[in-house]
Nanobody, 125 residues
């Protein structure tokens, strides 16, 4: 089982940028799609972005399109989420996850096997 550790969260003002990192250990995931999800207080965990195993294709939730960019460096077993033009509604705990084998990309929570513990992002107005 792979262990995922998110980092890079923090408290920023609206319009600022943050870069989240997700480092994997214990098992390679270079053959699997990866995803970022977020969960705000009192709300369900929602899809943010996903990336194919090679990094050649990406897909985003409408709420973050044009502002967020997901990338991966398989040599480092690391996935990133660059977040620009942050808005207060982006405030949430952000989680990275590894999709099950066979999914090219995935936006549904139940298609992911492994999850990190999350990193908090707070955007003030």
């Amino acid at each position: 089982q792979v262990q995922l550790v998110e980092s890079g969260g923090g408290l920023v003002q609206a319009g600022a940028s943050l870069r989240l990192s997700c480092a994997a250990s214990g098992r390679t995931f270079s053959s699997n799609a990866m995803g970022w999800f977020r969960q705000a207080p009192g709300k369900e965990r929602e899809f943010v972005a996903t990336i194919s195993s090679s990094g050649g294709d990406t897909y985003y939730a409408d709420s973050v399109k044009g502002r967020f960019t997901i990338t991966r460096d398989n040599a480092k077993n690391t996935v990133y989420l660059q977040m620009n033009s942050l808005k207060p509604e982006d405030t949430a705990d952000y989680y990275c996850a590894v999709a099950r084998a066979g999914f090219y990309m995935a936006s549904l929570r139940n298609r992911y096997d492994y999850w990190g513990q999350g990193t908090q992002v707070t955007v003030s107005s």
